[in-house]
Nanobody, 119 residues
Framework: QVQLVESGGGLVQPGGSLRLSCAASGSAVSITAMGWYRQAPGKERELVARMFNGGTTNYADSLKGRFTISRDNAKNTVYLQMNSLVPEDTAVYFC?????????????WGQGTQVTVSS
């Protein structure tokens, strides 16, 4: 019911910045939250940041201060500004959305976008 389209990934040098974008589409589901997860090689998928419709946010403690999430609720678009990137940030970043339809809550995922931090 919900499709997530991501953009903005790529190769960046250590200390650089990158901005990810994700737009959600779908008319039948009411989106209540959007955010980002990431999965590094050999590791489990982990929460990066998420934001609910009312503005409440959650960040991974280790990333807060370098990463900033923002959202345009009217456009169902979420952004992730990543600053001071380090090689450990290299991962596939997945857009996430939570939606509700006739009382049922579902999670939706984008296809993932690769972020590589390297010289």
């Amino acid at each position: 019911q919900v499709q997530l389209v991501e953009s903005g990934g790529g190769l960046v040098q250590p200390g650089g910045s990158l901005r990810l974008s994700c737009a959600a589409s779908g008319s039948a589901v009411s989106i209540t939250a959007m955010g980002w997860y990431r999965q590094a090689p050999g590791k489990e998928r982990e929460l990066v940041a998420r934001m609910f419709n009312g503005g409440t946010t959650n960040y991974a403690d280790s990333l807060k201060g370098r990463f900033t999430i923002s959202r345009d609720n009217a456009k169902n678009t979420v952004y992730l500004q990543m600053n001071s990137l380090v090689p450990e940030d290299t991962a596939v970043y997945f857009c996430y959305a939570r939606g509700i339809y006739v009382g049922r809550i579902d999670n939706y995922w984008g296809q993932g976008t690769q972020v590589t931090v390297s010289s």
